[in-house]
């Protein structure tokens, strides 16, 4: 991965990337790699280890094949195959291109035609790796009714991990969703910002490592803990998504763009009056009979008035 940025002017700027950094060498020429791998030459946090049929733990993915698909209506798709070059064992990375968002959704499918089956200890989604002179990380955390309490941090040299083991609503204590300001900390309006999102409910896992080069790796995915996966022959193991858009015009500007993403592509008629539920365990609990609901109805009917005039006021200033 060689850079993650504002578009250049022409495309003989983007080798000249490496020069822009100081930085020492690369002694395994695989830490900035698509999806590193474990067991063989990777100094790093990796994105995928597993044990082959006859034991071995050594996995070296190299570049095969990509393909490039215009599914229309401003959203192109990207697959890249990766192999071993000794396993019949191969890595499909999906890159799927929001160009009207500004949104990235990726994710991997992982195959192999060995003759038993394989072990897999780690299977992220993603493996990106981003230049700056400084990183800082805003995460969430919360618990019930104080859930996406934000703190913002600067990531130092190692590994900071994001990850639930809750098995299920992991918004509860640590949503799978963050932000990292690219060389000093942004605010709502002002500065480059990576706005991430794993598409899984259930636990996960973000390593954000700054290594020896001064560069930040960021892997996420379905969290392996305690949770290896005997993979068969010829059977597809599919990641999540996870979604990255970037904004260089603070958090504010990122936060919009998922939300323009979710309301297109995800969320069931995003763009256009939906059903309301409402949920009285708050309000009366188990004492609550017909006219209680009648009268909380009512109520919320006459809120949510206030709240489309209060929205169509903000678009017309």
């Known amino acids: ?8 002017n022409s495309i003989n700027e983007y080798a000249l990337i490496t020069n822009a950094y100081r930085q020492t060498a690369d002694y395994t020429e695989v830490a900035d790699a698509a999806y590193t791998a474990s067991g063989s030459r990777n100094l790093l946090e990796p994105a ?3 044990t082959h049929a006859d034991g071995n733990n050594s996995l070296d993915l190299r570049y095969v094949q990509h393909e490039q698909k215009d599914l229309g209506n401003g959203v192109s798709q990207l697959s890249i195959i990766l192999k071993d070059p000794v396993y019949n064992f191969q890595v499909t990375l999906f890159y799927k291109s929001y160009f009207k ?10 195959r192999h035609a060995e003759k038993s089956n394989v072990t897999l200890h780690k299977y992220a ?9 400084s990183f800082w990380l805003t995460q969430y955390h919360g618990d019930w009714a104080k859930e996406m309490q934000s703190e913002t941090s600067k990531l130092t040299h190692g590994i900071k991990t994001l990850d639930s083991k809750l098995g299920t609503r992991a918004n509860l204590f640590q949503p799978s969703v963050f932000m990292v300001s690219l060389d000093q900390a942004a605010t709502e309006d002002e500065g480059t910002v990576l706005y991430g999102a794993l598409e899984y409910s259930g636990n996960f896992k973000t390593d954000l490592e700054l290594d020896y080069q001064n560069n930040l790796r ?10 290896a996966y005997t993979l068969k022959p010829n059977e597809d193991f599919v990641t999540p998504g996870f979604l990255y858009t970037l904004s260089h015009e603070g958090k504010g500007s990122a936060s919009r763009k998922l939300q323009d993403w979710a309301r297109h592509y995800k969320v069931l008629d995003g763009k256009k009056d939906r059903l309301t539920l409402l949920n009285n365990w708050e309000a009366t609990y188990f004492d609550f009979d017909e006219t209680k609901l009648k009268e909380l109805i009512k109520d919320t009917k006459e809120t949510r008035c206030r709240f489309i005039s209060f929205r169509r006021r903000l678009v017309r200033e």
């Open 1 to 8: 991965m060689l850079y993650y940025g504002k578009k250049l």
């Open 125 to 133: 989604s993603a493996n990106l790796h981003i230049k700056g002179k």
């Open 101 to 110: 968002q500004d949104v990235v959704e990726q994710w991997a499918v992982i």
């Open 218 to 227: 960021i892997i996420s995915g379905i969290n392996n803990y305690a949770s």
């Open 48 to 50: 995928i280890t597993v």
